[in-house]
C-alpha cells in the first residue's frame, strides 16, 4: 500500500502565496518531499521533512516555502509565500523507502522511488 497524490496547483501573481497538499496515505514513517521541473529543465528539490518532522529546503526557497505534515489529513503540506515567476513548474510529491531524507551528503530526486503525478503552479510577473 501507499499512495501520493497532490493537489492545489494554481496560476498566481508574483509576491502571492500558495499551499499545495499532498496526500501520503502509508507513509507516517517515510520521508516525503517536494520536487518541481519546469519545462526544459532538470526536476529539482524544492523541500522534504523526514518521519519526524524535520524539514529541508532547497537554498531557492528557503526562508519563502513551508512544508509539514498534517496528521488529520494524512498529507504533507507545502506552503510558498512570496512566489516568483522562476517558482514556476510541475510540482511532485515524492516519498524515499526509509524515513531520513539525505542520503550521501544530498538530496536527489533518484533517492525516492514512489511519486505522484503533479500539480502545475504558474507564478506570472
Known amino acids: 500500500q501507499g499512495h501520493l497524490k497532490e493537489s492545489g496547483g494554481d496560476s498566481v501573481q508574483a509576491g502571492g502565496s500558495l499551499t499545495l497538499s499532498c496526500a501520503a496515505t502509508?507513509?507516517?514513517?517515510?520521508?516525503v518531499g517536494w520536487f518541481r521541473q519546469a519545462p526544459g529543465k532538470e526536476r529539482e528539490y524544492v523541500a522534504t521533512?523526514?518521519?519526524?518532522?524535520?524539514?529541508y529546503y532547497s537554498d531557492s526557497v528557503r526562508g519563502r516555502f513551508s512544508i509539514s505534515r498534517v496528521d488529520a489529513k494524512n498529507s504533507v503540506d507545502l506552503r510558498m509565500n512570496d512566489l516568483r515567476p522562476d517558482d514556476s513548474g510541475m510540482y511532485y510529491c515524492?516519498?524515499?523507502?526509509?524515513?531520513?531524507?539525505?542520503?550521501?551528503?544530498?538530496?536527489?530526486?533518484?533517492?525516492?522511488?514512489?511519486w505522484g503525478k503533479g500539480t502545475q503552479v504558474t507564478v506570472s510577473p
Open positions: 521533512i523526514t518521519s519526524e518532522g524535520y524539514a
Open positions: 515524492a516519498a524515499r523507502p526509509y524515513w531520513n531524507c539525505v542520503a550521501y551528503g544530498e538530496i536527489s530526486p533518484r533517492r525516492f522511488t514512489d
Open positions: 502509508g507513509y507516517i514513517d517515510r520521508c
